[in-house]
């Protein structure tokens, strides 16, 4: 059982980077060809270890979601999960603004065939495939899909002046990628109602870890910091291990709770199948560090 789970993990450990390598994608460093590699235009990417880092970068319009944006995230994000040197993620923004929404202004002429024929948006969903854990690191605004994104990320680590917000309503229309499903699992049914309801209830970056919604509150000059070492830890225990605990505790999310618990006893069975099993377990006994090998 375990050499299927791994076949994966070898395939992507194989793969060859869909376009060029990670530290390739450093816009000032990248002189390729656009039509092969196109230059990044709303990221800032660079590697600290095993960790990939991320940063949106549209600052004049405080980092909102443009299409444009959101696929050179996709992009990006799919060729860290490809890159067998990096362990885990961080996605970020600048210390004003994590991300202040969709795009308003690229989509306020559009209308219902074309969103419901070109299914609008719906490329923002690919990131719950990345494989790799990726914790947010948020700063400053994170509204409507802002929120969205950092909800769609496995560990939040906020500043101590972020604000999380659905303000959708207040243009007329409804959150559309997770603010009306996530934020309820994050911070229950009546403040859901209540931020999404009013468009104008915001929560701080407290009452965000208060609710649940962050896992730390961090001076906002720290955060990215204290999000590369958590994700540096990450990225130095069993692979195949971290991205096993990433799916089990993703079941909770889609499945009745008697299925998830006979998922994370299989998986838990599973474990035993692995060399990296062997030695953490033999490690523990030894008095020593274990040395994983990812497999
Ligand atoms: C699978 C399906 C997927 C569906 C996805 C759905 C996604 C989601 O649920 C829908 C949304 O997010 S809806 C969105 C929900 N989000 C919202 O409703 C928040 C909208 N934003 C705001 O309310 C205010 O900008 C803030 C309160 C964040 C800051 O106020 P402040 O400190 O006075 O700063 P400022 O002067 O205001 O902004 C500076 C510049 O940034 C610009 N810009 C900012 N946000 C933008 C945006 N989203 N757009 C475009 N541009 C945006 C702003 O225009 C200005 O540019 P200008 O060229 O200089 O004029």
Same mark, same amino acid.
């Given at each position: 059982?375990?050499?299927?789970?791994?076949?994966?993990?070898?395939?992507?450990?194989?793969?060859?980077?869909?376009?060029?390598?990670?530290?390739?994608?450093?816009?000032?460093?990248?002189?390729?060809?656009?039509?092969?590699?196109?230059?990044?235009?709303?990221?800032?990417?660079?590697?600290?270890?095993?960790?990939?880092?991320?940063?949106?970068?549209?600052?004049?319009?405080?980092?909102?979601?443009?299409?444009?944006?959101?696929?050179? %995230?996709?992009?990006?994000?799919?060729?860290?999960?490809?890159?067998?040197?990096?362990?885990?993620?961080?996605?970020?923004?600048?210390?004003?603004?994590?991300?202040?929404?969709?795009?308003?202004?690229?989509?306020?002429?559009?209308?219902?065939?074309?969103?419901?024929?070109?299914?609008?948006?719906?490329?923002?969903?690919?990131?719950?495939?990345?494989?790799?854990?990726?914790?947010?690191?948020?700063?400053?605004?994170?509204?409507?899909?802002?929120?969205? %994104?950092?909800?769609?990320?496995?560990?939040?680590?906020?500043?101590?002046?972020?604000?999380?917000?659905?303000?959708?309503?207040?243009?007329?229309?409804?959150?559309?990628?997770?603010?009306?499903?996530?934020?309820?699992?994050?911070?229950?049914?009546?403040?859901?109602?209540?931020?999404?309801?009013?468009?104008?209830?915001?929560?701080?970056?407290?009452?965000?870890?208060?609710?649940?919604?962050?896992?730390?509150?961090?001076?906002?000059?720290?955060?990215?910091?204290?999000?590369?070492?958590?994700?540096?830890?990450?990225?130095?225990?069993?692979?195949?291990?971290?991205?096993?605990?990433?799916?089990?505790?993703?079941?909770?999310?889609?499945?009745? %709770?008697?299925?998830?618990?006979?998922?994370?006893?299989? %998986?838990?069975?599973?474990?035993?199948?692995?060399?990296?099993?062997?030695?953490?377990?033999?490690?523990?006994?030894?008095?020593?560090?274990?040395?994983?090998?990812?497999?």
């Amino acid at each position: 059982m375990f050499a299927a789970l791994r076949q994966p993990l070898a395939r992507a450990a194989a793969a060859k980077p869909l376009v060029r390598s990670f530290s390739a994608y450093n816009p000032i460093q990248n002189a390729v060809s656009p039509t092969k590699s196109p230059k990044l235009e709303y990221l800032l990417t660079e590697t600290r270890g095993r960790v990939g880092i991320v940063t949106l970068h549209r600052p004049k319009a405080l980092n909102a979601l443009c299409n444009g944006l959101f696929v050179e %995230l996709n992009q990006v994000l799919k060729e860290m999960d490809n890159n067998a040197d990096i362990g885990a993620i961080v996605l970020t923004g600048s210390e004003r603004a994590f991300a202040a929404g969709a795009d308003i202004k690229e989509m306020k002429d559009r209308n219902f065939i074309e969103n419901y024929s070109e299914n609008f948006l719906g490329h923002w969903t690919q990131i719950i495939n990345i494989r790799k854990p990726i914790v947010a690191a948020v700063n400053g605004f994170a509204l409507g899909g802002g929120c969205e %994104l950092a909800m769609m990320c496995d560990i939040i680590y906020a500043g101590d002046k972020a604000v999380f917000g659905q303000p959708e309503i207040k243009l007329g229309t409804i959150p559309g990628a997770g603010g009306t499903q996530r934020l309820v699992k994050a911070v229950g049914k009546s403040k859901a109602m209540e931020m999404c309801l009013t468009g104008s209830v915001n929560l701080t970056a407290e009452e965000a870890e208060r609710a649940g919604l962050v896992s730390r509150v961090l001076p906002a000059d720290q955060v990215v910091d204290e999000a590369v070492k958590t994700a540096e830890k990450i990225a130095n225990l069993s692979q195949p291990i971290v991205q096993m605990v990433k799916d089990a505790i993703n079941q909770s999310f889609e499945v009745p %709770l008697a299925a998830g618990l006979t998922f994370e006893r299989r %998986l838990f069975h599973a474990t035993f199948g692995s060399n990296d099993q062997k030695e953490g377990m033999a490690a523990f006994a030894e008095k020593r560090k274990a040395k994983f090998t990812n497999n």
